[in-house]
């Protein structure tokens, strides 16, 4: 079993920064991807960001120069960088682990609200 943790949303206002993290616990594979996946209110859930074992990362496009994606593998740590931030960045934010062994892992969610 694996369980995720999320921290550091909150409100901000138009241009400021936040930045997220994901604690991961349990039986971790070192091979396991992790990432940043967001849901506002009546939408689909879509990925942000994701971060592969091998350091290789790729970015939705309406975050790219914006927000930066991180991992801590002696931490079992994914960071979540986020700039600019938006009014359309509001949504709850999900971490979620792939293991090649396991599946797929999720954590709670944390609230961003960007707003002045």
């Known amino acids: 079993q694996v369980q995720l943790v999320e921290s550091g949303g909150g409100l901000v206002q138009p241009g400021g920064s936040l930045r997220l993290s994901c604690v991961a616990s349990g039986m971790i594979s070192r091979i396991s991807t992790m990432g940043w996946y967001r849901q506002a209110p009546g939408k689909e859930r879509e990925l942000v960001a994701r971060i592969f074992s091998d350091g290789y990362m790729n970015y939705a496009d309406f975050v790219k120069g914006r927000f930066i994606i991180s991992r801590d593998n002696g931490k079992n740590t994914v960071y979540l960088q986020m700039n600019s931030l938006k009014p359309e960045d509001s949504a709850v934010y999900y971490c979620?682990?792939?293991?090649?062994?396991?599946?797929?892992?999720w954590g709670q969610g944390t609230q961003v609200t960007v707003s002045s």
């Open positions: 979620k682990l792939t293991s090649p062994q396991s599946g797929d892992y």
